[in-house]
């Protein structure tokens, strides 16, 4: 299972940007995570791939939103009301087991990540 994010760029805060995250095979959940330099590896949202049951934390209820699109085979974020603070590089990550969503070393495989810059 290879895993390919897309969809970062440069937005102006308060704006909107959708993240795409394709796998190319299947997978117990998939997450999406950031990073800033310096900074540890953080947890956004979470999707099961059995039922579509998400996990968020209250940090990004109502803004971030994971979604999955059949259609074309990817698992992706949709982020709303975008602040400077969201300014980060932005992964997506699989994992094979049963495990808690949050911790980052719980997943098994991880995109390349994409850059989000949110200005001000």
């Known amino acids: 299972v290879q895993l390919q994010a897309s969809g970062g760029g440069l937005v102006q805060a308060g704006g909107s940007l959708t993240l795409s995250c394709a796998a190319s095979?299947?997978?117990?959940?998939t997450g999406w995570f950031r990073q800033v330099p310096g900074k540890e590896r953080e947890f956004v949202v979470s999707?099961?791939?059995?039922?579509?049951?998400?996990y968020e934390t209250d940090s990004f209820k109502g803004r971030f939103t994971i979604f999955r699109d059949n259609a074309n085979g990817t698992v992706n974020l949709q982020m709303n009301s975008l602040k400077p603070e969201d300014t980060a590089v932005y992964y997506c990550a699989a994992r094979y087991g049963r495990s808690s969503p949050i911790e980052a070393w719980k997943y098994d495989l991880w995109g390349q990540g994409t850059q989000v810059t949110v200005s001000s």
């Open positions: 999707i099961r791939t059995l039922d579509d049951k998400t």
């Open positions: 095979g299947a997978t117990y959940a």
